[in-house]
């Protein structure tokens, strides 16, 4: 699974200034473009297991649950 940059951005553009993203504390948050390329990275496995996901990428499970519940509420 393949996605082009131009297309990336657009989408990315789309769901920047959403409300979901942002925090009131001064942590910083991932970057939205890192929490949307690991939704897509699991979406594109047609939604394999969060456990699975989080082992290829590195981070916990749920972050990685945490990530992909942000995106798909502000893509839907």
Do not use: P, W
């Not at 789309?14 to 942002?22: A, E, P």
């Not at 990530?67 to 839907?76: E, F, M, P, T």
């Amino acid at each position: 699974f393949q996605m082009k940059q131009d297309s990336f951005n657009h989408l990315l553009s789309l769901i920047y200034n959403s409300q979901t993203f942002m925090n009131n504390l001064h942590n910083c948050q991932t970057s939205l473009a890192v929490q949307l390329v690991i939704t897509l990275y699991f979406l594109g496995f047609n939604g394999i297991s969060t456990v699975y996901s989080a082992a290829q990428l590195g981070i916990s499970e749920g972050t990685t649950r945490l990530y992909i519940n942000r995106c798909i509420s502000v893509l839907v």
